[in-house]
């Protein structure tokens, strides 16, 4: 993907025929169906990075697909200063539930750079698609002749009182909210909040499968060996992912069993926070790094999170919130077992010793003993995994998504 001005292009190459083997004939024709009414219709997403994070991940091979079957669909980037995405930052963390109070001025910046923005982009779309907070007040700028969705993908069971009512005066200006779960329903909206859940492209460089050969290099050029079993968690370096307390269950497995733990989190343009979190956790594994059994990694590389996740043992996913946990779908995807909290997004994957195993998020020994127990039955992490990869195979792969897409789009304009 690169950008033209503020428009992000990604064409993959990809089209929907290219997922008939994955899912079969029903879903790929019942997803023909669905376009058919809206052929040579035009939707706009807006969000605020094209890099880094579930977000731009999913929109990424969403666009494609909706033009491949003939949605003309748009992706536009708002742009802002490093301040805007500070405080938006910290709008995302109050939203996921900490008390933050927010000045004027902060408010006055998120505004002006939303106007700003709004004096680059023309829209003359059929439907608007707007993600998360930052874009959130573009609304205010234009003359509305077509529907607007807010498309929301963080945990918003609990989020901070006065943040919301500020926030809310935007979101009632749309036709329509998108969460991921049932729990982030909000009290006292007019309008319809749908759910719709996430999903992970099978076919993007993250997600396809990898030559032995093509793992062995990439392992290589990361210096990541494998002469141990392998745990990884692969993340933001965001304190809702939790990677100290990560270090934490780490050094307690450690004491049992030879192995070594990668954590991997590329930063984010629109996340300042990483890397004071980084130099914390480098801090807190010294003596693990330094004996080369912690391994952080800031790459972004797609083909890397791809080939360390189907080479782990055990996949960890210790957060603390989460809106979804793309990261989870991808771990069970690839067939691994996955051990994770017991938050947000997360259960509705994870189905506990089912498809991987459920935690409190602060349960530090919980989650050592799980991973002795995979690592010490490999023959259970299989099991788990299998029945993982089937659980998203039927329920969180990218034509889910777009079959849902085209089913609010019927709605909304049909
Ligand atoms: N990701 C990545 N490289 C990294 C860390 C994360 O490509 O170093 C990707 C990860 O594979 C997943 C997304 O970023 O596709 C994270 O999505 P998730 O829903 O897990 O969390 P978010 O970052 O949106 O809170």
Redesign the pocket.
């Known amino acids: 993907a690169y950008m033209d001005g503020i428009t992000c292009i990604c064409d993959n190459g990809r089209t929907l025929e290219d997922h008939r083997p994955i899912v079969g004939d029903d879903v790929i024709s019942g997803i023909y169906r669905k376009a058919a009414a809206l052929q040579g219709k035009r939707v706009l997403h807006v969000n605020s990075t094209y890099q ?4 731009a ?1 999913m929109i990424l091979s969403l666009v494609p697909l909706m033009n491949d079957v003939g949605v003309r669909t748009q992706w536009n980037i708002l742009n802002g200063e490093g301040d805007f995405f500070t405080i938006t930052k910290n709008f995302h963390n109050a939203l996921q539930g900490q008390t933050i109070s927010f000045s004027d001025d902060e408010k006055g910046l998120y505004l002006r750079t939303n106007e700003c923005f709004s004096g680059q982009m023309k829209i003359d779309h059929d439907l608007v698609v707007i993600h998360d907070p930052q874009p959130l007040p573009l609304i205010r700028f234009y003359e509305k002749t077509q529907p607007w969705v807010w498309r929301c ?1 963080v945990d918003l069971s609990n989020p901070d009182t006065e943040l919301w009512e500020f926030l809310k005066d935007f979101i009632l200006d749309y036709d329509r909210m998108v969460i991921s779960h049932e729990e982030y329903h909000r009290k006292g909206m007019s309008m319809e909040q749908w759910i719709c859940r ?1 999903a ?1 492209d099978p076919l993007s460089e ?1 997600n396809r499968d990898l030559t032995d050969a093509e793992i062995a290099g990439l392992l290589e050029k990361y210096g990541v060996p494998i002469d141990k079993p392998l745990i990884t968690q ?3 370096f ?1 304190k ?2 939790d990677p100290e307390g990560v270090i934490d269950v780490f050094a307690r497995v450690r004491e049992h069993v030879d192995c070594r733990l990668v954590l ?3 930063m ?1 343009p629109d996340d300042p926070e990483g890397w004071a979190i980084y130099r914390r956790v480098e801090e807190k594994a010294r003596e693990f790094i330094d004996a080369g059994d912690v391994i952080l ?6 083909l ?2 791809n080939a360390l996740q189907r080479v782990s043992c055990v996949i960890l ?1 210790k957060s603390l919130r ?9 771990g069970l995807w690839k067939g691994r077992p996955v051990i994770a909290s017991r938050i947000g ?1 997360i259960p509705l994957q994870i189905e506990d010793g089912e498809t991987g195993f459920l935690l409190d998020p602060t349960d530090t020994d919980g989650f050592a003993w799980r991973i002795r127990q995979v690592l010490e039955n490999p023959e259970l992490g299989e099991r788990l995994g299998r029945a993982g990869k089937e659980h998203v195979r039927q329920n969180f792969l990218i034509t889910r998504l777009l079959s849902d897409y085209l089913d609010m789009l019927n709605t909304e304009l049909g």
């Not at 990694?297 to 797609?302: G, K, L, N, P, S």
């Not at 989460?322 to 991808?330: A, C, P, Q, S």
């Open positions: 880094s994070g579930g977000v991940e993908h996430p992970i993250k692969i993340s933001r965001d809702w992912k991997c989190g590329s984010a990694i800031t790459a972004e590389d797609h890397l999170v996913q989460e809106g979804f946990g793309l990261t989870v779908t991808e997004g």
